[in-house]
């Protein structure tokens, strides 16, 4: 069984940065594919960021591109999502998620989750 710890999230500003971490447990992080979602106020949860496993290859939603940057330790067991020039519409729980397959954007193909990490930003 895989667990997924999410941390790092918190109230900020428009503009300021956070980086949230997700710690992977129970199996070695290496062995999924990874990725980050979101769920704003009010709305259904939504795909943000994805990375294969050796990190070689990553996945932005458009509203993210150029400000978020997502990267993995896979000697830490850990996955980071870096958050910069942070906007009010960035405001959601944060959602860390593993994949037995590929890292392709879609909800569905994500087989674990974490409880989620708080996220809220300013105006």
């Known amino acids: 069984q895989v667990q997924l710890v999410e941390s790092g999230g918190g109230l900020v500003q428009a503009g300021d940065s956070l980086r949230l971490s997700c710690v992977v447990s129970g199996r070695p992080s290496v062995n999924y594919a990874m990725g980050w979602f979101r769920q704003p106020p009010g709305k259904e949860r939504e795909f943000v960021s994805t990375?294969?496993?050796?990190?070689?290859?990553?996945s932005y939603t458009d509203s993210v591109k150029g400000r978020f940057t997502i990267s993995r330790d896979n000697a830490k067991n850990t996955v980071y999502l870096r958050m910069n020039s942070l906007k009010p519409e960035d405001t959601a729980v944060y959602y860390c998620?593993?994949?037995?397959?590929?890292?392709?954007?879609?909800?569905?193909?994500?087989?674990?989750w974490g409880q989620g990490t708080q996220v809220t930003v300013s105006s």
């Open positions: 990375i294969n496993r050796s990190g070689g290859a990553t």
């Open positions: 998620a593993a994949s037995r397959g590929s890292y392709l954007p879609t909800l569905a193909g994500f087989d674990y």
